[in-house]
């Protein structure tokens, strides 16, 4: 039997617990360690058997290393934290986005290539089967020249999710919070993004963070996109509820992003493609089929991943540098929606 990889979490937060089930249900790795400053998290690691560190050098400096880390602590510490790992040479899954600010995440790049250390960014959607099915069919042209794109996010947070103030504050709206996901996952689908329009509203809630917004993107391709955003309204259309990839919230059986081409068009993430028989026109019958896929949790795909890359059996699909371009977009759009002017992605 192959020795299972020790991976050691560092940050229980969110996702950092749903990293630790994924760990859980993987076939190649196991839990090594988990580092929290909460003493609460001392009780999970004692009720689970496993390691407990309340500071990542008192782990870094443990007689047993892990082979692979974890990073899932706020943005602000991504830097340090990051850089610290990869002077001990251990491969890092770094949650998303990649730091705080375009800076730190050059500094991250530039340690693991200097310490010639795996570094894999946890956009995790690209690891869905209905991401990678969706990717194949453009890529061998059944959709035609891709013209335009649309992404959905609508959804309605409620009131008691502001309770904590952070979470009225800038930088912690669907923009700061969600929409890095959309992004990453649309570069993925159609590649580089050459510049964006922005535009945002609290009009609602009245915070000081925005609780809608509107986005134009222009690819390079010369595909041009639209995401419309909102954490305020009750609707069925967001990749969370569409997707059916965390049990937390109900499945709609929607879709949550429409991409058009001159050949036919595919909803995503139920993956039905619509198409003209023969002639292509208006006033033609459109037809429909479901592009095959399967389901399975692509958290517990990326940990699979993540152990090949530790094994040196595979390279990271989400890089370092995909991480910093997705940080390039995201500050491009709150620079246009703070100026109302088009972004150019440097």
Same mark, same amino acid.
């Given at each position: 039997?192959?020795?299972? @990889?020790?991976?050691?979490?560092?940050?229980?937060?969110?996702?950092?617990?749903?990293?630790?089930?994924?760990?859980?249900?993987?076939?190649?790795?196991?839990?090594?360690?988990?580092?929290?400053?909460?003493?609460?998290?001392?009780?999970?690691?004692?009720?689970?058997?496993?390691?407990?560190?309340?500071?990542?050098?008192?782990?870094?400096?443990?007689?047993?290393?892990?082979?692979?880390?974890?990073?899932?602590?706020?943005?602000?510490?991504?830097?340090?934290?990051?850089?610290? %790992?990869?002077?001990?040479? /251990?491969?890092?899954?770094?949650?998303?986005?990649?730091?705080?600010?375009?800076?730190?995440?050059?500094?991250? /790049?530039?340690?693991?290539?200097?310490?010639?250390?795996?570094?894999?960014?946890?956009?995790?959607?690209?690891?869905?089967?209905?991401?990678?099915?969706?990717?194949?069919?453009?890529?061998?042209?059944?959709?035609?020249? @891709?013209?335009?794109?649309?992404?959905?996010?609508?959804?309605?947070?409620?009131?008691?999710?502001?309770?904590?103030?952070?979470?009225?504050?800038?930088?912690?709206?669907?923009?700061? %919070?969600?929409?890095?996901?959309?992004?990453?996952?649309?570069?993925?689908?159609?590649?580089?993004?050459?510049?964006?329009?922005?535009?945002?509203?609290?009009?609602?809630?009245?915070?000081?963070?925005?609780?809608?917004?509107?986005?134009?993107?222009?690819?390079?391709?010369?595909?041009?996109?639209?995401?419309?955003?909102?954490?305020?309204?009750?609707?069925?259309?967001?990749?969370?509820?569409?997707?059916?990839?965390?049990?937390?919230?109900?499945?709609?059986?929607?879709?949550?992003?429409? @991409?058009?081409?001159?050949?036919?068009?595919?909803?995503?993430?139920?993956?039905?493609?619509?198409?003209?028989?023969?002639?292509?026109?208006?006033?033609?019958?459109?037809?429909?089929?479901?592009?095959?896929?399967?389901?399975?949790?692509?958290?517990?795909?990326?940990?699979?991943?993540?152990?090949?890359?530790?094994?040196?059996?595979?390279?990271?699909?989400?890089?370092?540098?995909?991480?910093?371009?997705?940080?390039?977009?995201?500050?491009? %759009?709150?620079?246009?929606?703070?100026?109302?002017?088009?972004?150019?992605?440097?």
């Amino acid at each position: 039997m192959t020795k299972k @990889i020790k991976i050691s979490i560092v940050g229980t937060g969110l996702m950092g617990l749903q990293h630790l089930k994924a760990i859980e249900l993987s076939k190649n790795a196991k839990v090594h360690s988990i580092v929290d400053l909460k003493e609460s998290t001392k009780t999970i690691s004692s009720e689970k058997n496993l390691k407990w560190f309340k500071y990542l050098d008192e782990m870094l400096s443990s007689g047993s290393l892990p082979d692979g880390v974890i990073i899932s602590t706020p943005n602000q510490m991504h830097e340090e934290h990051t850089i610290e %790992i990869f002077k001990k040479k /251990i491969p890092v899954l770094l949650e998303k986005p990649i730091a705080d600010s375009i800076s730190s995440a050059k500094k991250i /790049i530039k340690s693991a290539e200097n310490n010639k250390t795996p570094l894999l960014i946890g956009y995790h959607r690209r690891y869905n089967p209905i991401s990678q099915a969706a990717k194949q069919e453009i890529d061998k042209g059944k959709l035609g020249k @891709i013209i335009s794109v649309h992404a959905n996010f609508w959804l309605y947070k409620p009131d008691k999710y502001y309770n904590e103030k952070w979470r009225t504050q800038k930088g912690a709206g669907p923009l700061g %919070i969600n929409l890095v996901h959309d992004i990453d996952l649309l570069s993925f689908l159609l590649g580089p993004i050459a510049s964006v329009q922005a535009f945002k509203s609290n009009n609602y809630r009245k915070f000081d963070v925005e609780d809608s917004a509107v986005i134009i993107l222009k690819f390079k391709s010369g595909t041009l996109g639209t995401i419309n955003i909102s954490d305020c309204i009750v609707s069925p259309w967001s990749y969370e509820l569409t997707a059916g990839e965390n049990q937390a919230y109900p499945e709609t059986n929607e879709s949550a992003y429409f @991409i058009g081409g001159t050949d036919g068009s595919l909803q995503l993430p139920n993956t039905k493609f619509w198409f003209n028989k023969g002639t292509k026109s208006w006033w033609k019958p459109i037809y429909t089929k479901q592009i095959p896929t399967r389901k399975n949790h692509p958290l517990i795909n990326q940990i699979e991943h993540f152990s090949k890359i530790i094994q040196k059996k595979e390279k990271p699909i989400v890089s370092g540098e995909d991480g910093l371009n997705s940080l390039k977009i995201f500050d491009a %759009i709150n620079k246009s929606s703070d100026s109302g002017k088009r972004i150019d992605i440097a």
